[in-house]
DNA sequence: TGTACATCAGTGAACGCGCGTTCACTGATGTAC
DNA sequence: TGTACATCAGTGAACGCGCGTTCACTGATGTAC
């Protein structure tokens, strides 16, 4: 951030930093456009040279947060390595990490009520973060024999589900927070069952 | 509704009501006081001779929406007995089924900002709801051998987490809204696989 | 049955507030000569 | 290196709006006699 007396010097990505620790701190509904420039150290008006309004910087905050998304999954994946199931799994637990360090963006993406398809651009990028998470399930899913085997997309979309799921309701004082369960624990001990259920892990546990 | 001139007959329920049907209609911030006054025909002043305030009005919605959650599992559970296994599944199929019938409820209650531990009232009810499906679980739990038996919490958790996951992201035009299966599907399968890594469902299907 | 009265549900006007957005402007910055 | 100038990022004042909330009030209702 090298400010430079009056310009501000980055300014644009200084007002979708305050959005995302304002959405993190107060909810999706507390954030505002004003306490984001104020945040910022800048008048309102600002906000403007920079964004079409008040949904526009929302969006935005949501379109870095599913780069990143994709980017950590992709990066869980590619670690997993050649193993399927290691692949898979490191995939899965990615999809919590990411909610856990990215508190901001996850509810800037899935609780601010923006629209995925508000623009092209955040839609691609939505369906790549979607297809990284598919792919790893296409993959595991060769392992299973055809007969048997569901279609990835629906593979893909429970543990998608699941991890959501877990999110939602075992994270940031949720209404099962009080759970003595680590969200973690819940969805590792979740998705090893599941597996299990398509014959991908051992039935002995 | 017997509206008897002046006076309006039942302004509290349809202070509620209203509130619900500007909820579903337009997400959880959507909502206003006054318009949902004007939708009931009153004042916005009126609202405070039933509420303490906006935040009562919403309140009082949620919990009700955990009375008909409850009820509504509590019914499908009873439905399915003496078997474990199909009280099971039919209670998790209320939860989508309460979540598709009952929208402002749902929206309410999980989407709406609200804590469940807002009040005495709202949190016992909430338990309640939470006990039905935990109580369904243990049951069939039962049926498991002790040595490989998930704690039912655990169990009933996982179970929650995919239904929730499954009506975020696949009803009401979410994220994964575009894809071309029935969440009512990848419930029903999701947890069918589920039940099979558990060992309560024969692995050939 | 008719009248006087207490109750209290809803009115209507007003409030202060913070919101998103606009506009003419200003002055720091980087560039051309 | 120094000066004149064009650019354009951010200012500051103002706007209209709808919000939640308050208050003194009014008049429909039900009850007591």
Same sequence: chains 1, 2.
């Avoid at 400010?3 to 980055?10: A, E, L």
């Avoid at 959405?23 to 456009?33: N, V």
């Avoid at 923006?114 to 297809?131: E, F, G, Q, W, Y």
């Amino acid at each position: 951030m090298l400010k430079r007396g009056y310009h501000h010097g980055n300014l644009r990505q200084a007002l979708i930093d305050a959005a995302l620790a304002l959405i993190e701190t107060k909810g999706p509904a507390g954030f505002t456009l004003s306490e984001a420039a104020k945040q910022a150290g800048v008048t309102p008006a600002a906000v403007y040279r920079h964004f079409a309004g008040r949904d526009d910087l929302i969006a935005e905050a949501a379109r870095q947060g599913y780069v990143i998304f994709a980017e950590t999954m992709q990066c869980a994946y590619d670690g997993g390595q050649p193993s399927a199931l290691a692949a898979f799994e490191a995939t899965g637990r990615a999809y919590l990490a990411f909610a856990r360090k990215h508190p901001g963006h996850y509810i800037a993406m899935f609780e601010s009520g923006i629209s995925v398809n508000r623009t092209a651009d955040l839609a691609a990028v939505a369906l790549h973060a979607r297809d990284v998470l598919e792919k790893a399930a296409q993959e595991l899913a060769q392992l299973i024999p055809p007969e048997k085997r569901p279609p990835p997309a629906v593979f893909s979309a429970h543990i998608w589900a699941l991890s959501h799921g877990v999110v939602e309701l075992f994270t940031r004082g949720a209404p099962g927070a009080q759970s003595p369960y680590l969200p973690e624990d819940l969805l590792e001990s979740g998705i090893g069952i599941y597996l299990r259920g398509l014959g991908l892990l051992p039935a002995d546990d």
